[in-house]
């Protein structure tokens, strides 16, 4: 199969060891995988924020240059839930009956990266190799607009070496929420300090996620109080073998 | 026409609110055993019935058929309602349902009133356009009675008296009900509330109420509550005087079925509340022998207007969506400068306004969607939200900063070269600020960033330009 990548800009920019780990895993699992360097952002920033004319000029150029993808992984669940709760509504709000009928082509066609593998390619052991303990959080976007249910669990459960442990109250939000955590520095610096401390009770060495903008938020404060505890997306674990696991 | 929230308008923004109380440890303390503890019994409740979400589902659907057809089921309401013995008087704003009721007490000569817990008098203002006539208004709600007497605002719109405890409790009932040998316990305050409250109710001869529900079709008006004495205000006294929000409407009785389901369960856990009280008009010789009802507006018809916003109306106020929201949890109610805190308030409070005032409340949330999932009414509050944010924009309220900010990204991101070269230059920019392998101390609207984590800087290679060198490799 043929797979078209969207890392999404803010993986481009700050991530790029997830979409490199993605590109491996998948062509490890025997796929085609391409790249459409004229991809830029879905515009979920600018949606979020109350920006609505630039984000609508971002998905144009979302959709043109994946019109003829065939199935389109996204290792974000946030930029996910972004294309399948907005563009529906920011089409149908310019009236362009072109505009609409793309959204409807091209969402089909979406997938999140544990949906690619565990719905779309229905494998859960990719056969990955991390000797670690790990935690997971399950972002907002992930659990409450992509229903993903357990599937980043089932991955991760079958990695050899590694052991998950249940992150507790792991529902509640880190309190990124992009420029929330801009706008509101005190309210999300006082959520975040909440989700480090259920993630420092785990024990882990890493706390993972399919989104690395929660990873960014968490990753950030476990680094500034020197915990050793690291954030590392999903994909990266489960491009990791024997061979070339992340130290 | 002047449409008021409380003090709203006034109130300072949400992040400089927020600010201040989220240091308040007793207050935080608080707000956050007492979510914890309504959150894990809704849950519970909530768990046990397997038609749960077909219940919202119809709650939904109802709303949204009543809205559509609000005028009809008003004026069914009207006509039914008189008929039965009632007088329906109507409210275009603050102002003027304030102005009616003074006037009514005034007309029956009276110069104190008891009042059922309602949001909606402290939406208008109405004790303070009590007190400035000459009435003395006393709340019978337990917690309403800690607010009034302790001269504090509501935090919460099931638990008014959330942000308290037992001890501060104490200190408000022993200073204002000359009790100095009160203790903490439990029964012993709710022992002093009962025997300051009941020489009220044996003596005052006017009540004011809310209402949860009114009914088109029969003209019946619903209040349920758990302490009893909302009912003993709506039963002993001669006059009741009833005000409602339009949007509280359901077309028929049957209805109440649905709602008396999902309201005690989301507002406090309860399967039922202990008291239900539902009346039609007026009884001869049994209850209060005059009822008006007091129609309120205040902004709600322009609310109505907005295909998006209108959902906000759906709104039962259980509370739900406050004890869920990882925001509110944080601040509690008072950051969100009106009587409607949490998410309903940050979508309801700035709407009422007109979008004029409370403009950073559409922000004070992180957009989880912790809201939209437990509403019983199934108002999708993170959609509500977002158009909310993109109408501030639009009137062109958002920060000057911000709007700087969103330009160059949207030029940034507007194709791969540009982004490329944004890349480029953000890794020259961030140099300085570089120590350790980490980002710091960022300036400006940055540093609220930076002053609690490390960013992590732009690596040397992106990952098209990873891709790109590959690619030639192959
Ligand atoms: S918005 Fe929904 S959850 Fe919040 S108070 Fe209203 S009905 Fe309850």
Redesign the pocket.
Known sequence: MTISLFITCYNDTLFPETGKATVILLERLGHTVEFRAAQTCCGQMHFNTGYVGDALSMMRSTLDVFATAEVICIPSSSCVAMMRDQYPHIAQSTGEPALINAVSRFLPKVFELSELLVDKLGITDVGAFFPHAVTLHPSCHSIRSLHIGNKPQELLKCVRGLTLIELPDARQCCGFGGTFSLKNPEVSAAMLSDKVQCVLETRAEFCTAIDNSCLMHIGGALSRQRTGVRTVHIAEILAATDAGAIQ | MSIRVGEAAEAPEFPTAAKRLIQDSQIRRNVRHATDVIRGKRNRVVAELDDWEQLRASAHAIKEHTLRNLVRYLEQFEAACTNAGGEVHWAQDADEANQTIVGLIQAEKKSEVIKVKTMTSDEIGLNTALEAAGIIPSETDLADLIVQLGRDQPSH?VVPALHRNRAEIRQIFRREMNLPALSDDPEELAAAARAYLREKFLRVDIAISGANFVIAETGTVCVVESEGNGRMCLSLPQVLITLIGIEKIIPRFEDLEVFLQLLPR?ATGERMNPYNSIWTGVSPGDGPQRFHVVLLDNGRTQVLADEVGRQTL?????????NACPVYQQTGGHAYGSVYA???GAILTPQLQSMQHSQTLPYASSLCGA?YE????K?N?PEVLLHLRSKVVENRDAPVYERVAMKIAALALKNADRLSAAQSVGRIAQKPFERDGVIANLPGFLRGWTAVRDLKPIPKQSFRQWWAERDQSK
């Open positions: 719109i989301s759906d709104c039962i106020r259980c509370g739900a969506c406050l949490g998410p309903i809201c437990v509403c019983p009414a108002i509050i």
